[in-house]
């Protein structure tokens, strides 16, 4: 299958896998799936990494990606087309604009999203497909 890891599952597999359910644990470690990682992801830990939000264990922001790479993950970034049909997302409560365009990039591509956000399953009448 095809997953897309959610910013805080990415950060989770990298510094503390324990913090992961069973479920997604296992499936990260399944050869037989295909991970992706977006752009979208290094764009939010490089924003709340300047603004202090982030704290990164003996790595920077820009060294995530080599991680990412020896990880397995194949990266991906928005599409054009997934950023101009992004006003098709529902307007929900749920505001986080990373987390609104990883949904919308999982949707696009039928992916699904790994990610503990509870408000996420909110997306699920507009196609999204999350596991924890």
Not at 18 to 38: C, F, G, M, V, W
Not at 64 to 74: C, K, P, T, Y
Not at 77 to 88: D, G, K, L, V, Y
Request: net charge neutral; hydrophobic share 50%; aromatic share 10%.
């Amino acid at each position: 299958m095809n997953y897309l890891l959610d910013t805080h599952a990415f950060l989770w597999a990298v510094f503390a896998p324990e913090k992961l359910s069973r479920k997604a644990r296992t499936t990260i470690a399944d050869a037989r799936n295909t991970l992706y990682l977006s752009s979208v992801t290094f764009w939010e830990i490089s924003l709340k990494f300047a603004l202090g939000k982030l704290e990164l264990e003996g790595c920077t922001p820009e060294s995530l990606v080599s991680v990412a790479r020896e990880m397995g993950l194949s990266l991906i970034a928005p599409e054009a087309e997934e950023c101009a049909s992004f006003h098709q997302l529902p307007r929900l409560p749920h505001c986080d604009p990373f987390d609104r365009l990883l949904a919308w990039q999982a949707i696009a591509r039928q992916l699904v999203l790994i990610s503990k956000d509870a408000a996420l399953p909110a997306y699920t009448a507009a196609g999204l497909k999350t596991l924890w």
